[in-house]
């Protein structure tokens, strides 16, 4: 059967409920006037057996058809169906058997079908709403039981001990079914105030309406009871419709809450702000009322059923408070945790963006200075990558035990992430931070005996005070941040925002130091206002016939108003600042897309990109380089990397390892400025290189100085020994190309040929058939740094 078909029937259903619930209540003004014209046995038949049990069975089938959202929903609407049909037994066995008795007994067959009623409504209510709101905390629940259970017991002592009365020495099943329906219905209000507690954050017009079903049920039995025992009971009266209009009105809640989707009500308890003392009202009357029932006493004034209720209320609120304690006591923990560095235990970033922000406030009213310490340790990359993340880890604790030791138990110290780390130093001056500072550069020089090596390191540390102008928090951590980059060149490794203006590069240099920050790492808005990287191609020839084999890939940075800066203006301050990675990534883009637009148009040379120390121990640089290539669609020999001798001091080992890897992929490796560096021939032989390339030095006095024509004619035996190719750098006139030609270099590059220039000059020189002409070069134009 098809929802549609099942909503259909289930719309059906409960059209006939509501039918025959008018049925019924037409003819409870008019139950004298039909048995005086059908007779009493007839009506008992027609009302009280057909159209008075029809009303539950049509309501019963109504649920049963209805969609539900989940299965969950649908064993509930199912389990409240049968408790109904098991209502409607009873009411069949009362009028075909029990009505027919001289005395009635009690109880009696048609007690077990009334009484199976409340077992399934219980399960019914929960399944069914906790299928629409969600699922709660134990905290939740025993709210719901105490507000529950504080109502039952209030209850219980204003009208239990009338309901339960019997007369001495009835039977003791006698007196269990006297005192099963009134408990029951106590659970049942329990049950319908404890759980409208819990849902109250998600409350819908069908829940109220199924609420108002159950809780006129339970009242209809009360009424019911207390006219039997009152002896005034009349069978088809209006206190029977009470239980026909309480089933109505639960069809129709089951009807309504198809259109209801379901909800987290949890999440919508916990969005909620304030209303702590109203969401806590009825739970606190509740076990106000059970305490002043227990202190009132049990026996003669009130029936033991209400002191059991009232002692559930008050162990379910000691229940409550204590797991109340323990929630406390977890949000603490939670509250630590994010404040807490996962690796070294310190205060992380947020707990020292908090306390500066405490801090800063205290002093604006105390008037008081404050000092922030920003700590860096000089080359820790380097020891990640040839020691591994382990040692690094091991490093990063040693340094934060060694300086904790060092810290006041008023001053915040604090890793913000990485190598990088931060004191705060409540109520103290430009003084006190350089003492600290010098102290922790100090400890960090003392040798760290870690499980995998000895080592040593530097550690720059930038000051920085409130006395200088910094209001804010913001403002504070900035003119830290520039005085520890400025350190990195620092003889003692400490500096302020005024040493690093006055020692260093002076007030312009700075600004341009953080716009070169912001435009290799910043976000995308602060790099589009802080600069670019751009790159320039200079022309690598064959020396035999002047024809172009390559280009190398120039870094230049373009500043916001359009100036082009050469290497000497940048590159030293992004050293300094640790940057050149990022830039080494800028200019590999860049290149690579240069690259692209020569291949397009049909000019297929390789592209040659300078690479750092620090990118040639990089293991994943490999990886990296195929990402690129293949993000351009670009073969593997289309690039060529280069690195200087310098790259090889810190782990040989680890570099030829890294080379390797990028050689297998395709891409050419190309050892520059030989002769200025490590400068040892013998461990050549042992590096995965395809070309060397010639320093400057060696060609500049070629033709004058016979030593230099004997070095490098040696040089060029050896390294074509090896089976390489050897380039030679800074030709700056003919005769020099005719020297270089002579002694066996294979290619060159220099001013002769071109100077560094765009992409589009490259392609109008060597796609249109023109040589650049050399005339009017100066001596300040071979002078320029690559």
């Not at 509930?76 to 408790?83: K, N, Q, R, S, V």
């Not at 949000?331 to 500066?356: I, S, W």
């Amino acid at each position: 059967m098809t929802d549609t078909m099942r909503a259909t029937g289930a719309r059906a259903s409960l059209l006939v409920t509501a039918m025959a619930f008018l049925a019924c209540c037409i003819c409870v003004p008019a139950r004298g006037a039909l048995e005086g014209a059908l007779g009493a046995r007839a009506v008992s038949h027609v009302v009280d057996l057909g159209l008075y049990n029809s009303v539950y069975v049509a309501a019963a089938v109504a649920l049963v058809l209805r969609p539900a959202h989940s299965p969950r929903e649908g064993r509930g609407w199912w389990i409240l169906a049968l408790g109904m049909l098991c209502t409607a037994g009873g009411n069949a066995w009362y009028s075909l058997v029990l009505a027919r008795l001289p005395e009635m007994p009690y109880p009696s067959v048609a007690d077990v079908f009334y009484l199976s009623w409340y077992p399934a409504c219980y399960l019914a209510i929960v399944l069914v709403l906790t299928a629409h709101v969600g699922r709660f905390p134990l905290s939740v629940w025993l709210d719901g039981i105490v507000a529950g259970a504080g109502v039952a017991a209030t209850a219980a002592a204003l009208w239990f001990r009338p309901l339960t009365a019997t007369d001495p020495g009835a039977p003791l099943l006698t007196v269990l079914a006297s005192i099963a329906y009134p408990v029951f219905d106590l659970l049942l209000l329990v049950l319908l105030v404890g759980v409208l507690f819990v849902v109250r954050t998600a409350l819908r017009g069908w829940v109220l309406l199924l609420a108002a079903g159950l809780g006129l049920t339970a009242a209809s039995d009360v009424l019911l009871s207390t006219r039997v025992v009152a002896g005034s009971y009349v069978q088809g009266g209006w206190g029977d419709v009470g239980f026909l209009a309480a089933v109505v009105m639960m069809a129709l809640a089951a009807h309504r809450s198809r259109r209801s989707r379901p909800v987290d009500a949890l999440e919508v308890l916990t969005r909620r702000r304030g209303g702590s003392v109203r969401v806590l009202l009825i739970p606190l009357l509740s076990a106000g009322a059970s305490l002043a029932l227990l202190a009132l006493g049990q026996g003669e004034r009130f029936p033991p059923v209400a002191g059991i209720f009232a002692a559930a209320c008050i162990g379910g609120a000691g229940l409550r408070a204590a797991l109340t304690f323990h929630e406390l006591a977890q949000m603490a923990d939670v509250h630590r945790e994010a404040r807490t560095d996962d690796l070294t235990r310190l205060p992380n970033r947020r707990a020292l963006y908090e306390g500066c922000d405490t801090v800063l406030a205290a002093r604006t009213r105390e008037h008081t200075v404050t000092a922030l310490l920003l700590i860096d340790l000089d080359g820790f990359k380097d020891i990640n990558d040839s020691l591994g993340h382990g040692a690094g880890d091991d490093l990063l604790v040693a340094f934060a035990r060694r300086v904790e030791r060092l810290v006041g138990p008023d001053q915040l110290f604090a890793r913000l992430g990485g190598d990088e780390f931060a004191v705060l130093l409540p109520r103290s001056g430009e003084a006190e931070g350089l003492a600290l500072a010098r102290e922790v550069v100090s400890a960090a020089r003392e040798p760290f005996a870690l499980a995998t090596a000895r080592l040593t390191v530097d550690a720059s540390v930038g000051v920085a005070t409130t006395t200088a102008g910094p209001e804010g928090r913001g403002d504070l951590l900035r003119m830290a941040d520039i005085a520890m980059y400025a350190a990195k060149g620092s003889p003692n490794r400490v500096c302020t925002p005024a040493d690093a203006v006055d020692a260093h590069l002076g007030e312009t240099r700075l600004a341009l130091l953080s716009r070169l920050r912001d435009g290799l790492t910043g976000a995308p808005a602060a790099r589009a206002a802080s600069g670019r990287v751009e790159v320039l191609l200079q022309p690598k020839v064959d020396l035999s016939d002047e024809s172009l084999v390559g280009v190398e890939a120039l870094a230049r940075w373009r500043e916001p108003d359009g100036t082009l800066l050469p290497p000497h203006e940048f590159l030293p301050l992004m050293s300094r600042a640790g940057l050149l990675p990022a830039l080494a990534t800028a200019v590999l883009s860049a290149a690579l897309d240069a690259a692209r637009r020569l291949a397009d148009a049909g000019l297929v040379v390789p592209v040659a990109v300078n690479l750092s120390p620090v990118d040639v121990q990089d293991l994943a640089l490999a990886a990296r380089l195929g990402e690129l290539l293949s993000q351009r669609d670009l073969p593997s020999s289309a690039l060529t990397v280069e690195l200087t001798e310098d790259s090889l001091v810190t782990d040989p080992d680890r570099v030829a390892g890294v080379l390797a890897a990028v050689r297998a992929l395709g891409v050419r490796v190309s050892l520059d400025d030989f002769g200025t560096g490590y400068s040892s021939l013998s461990y050549l032989r042992h590096l995965p290189v395809d070309e060397v390339k010639l320093d400057r030095s060696f060609t500049t006095d070629i033709e004058t100085d016979p030593a230099a024509e004997a070095v490098v004619r040696h040089t060029v035996g050896l390294v074509h020994a090896l089976g390489l190719q050897i380039v030679a750098e800074g030709i700056e006139d003919g005769a020099t190309a005719a020297a270089m030609r002579r002694l066996g270099c294979d290619q060159g590059q220099g001013f002769y040929w071109s100077r560094p220039t765009t992409c589009e000059d490259v392609l109008l020189t060597h796609c249109g058939g023109r040589r650049r002409s050399t005339a009017g070069r100066s001596d300040s134009d071979t002078a320029e740094h690559r």
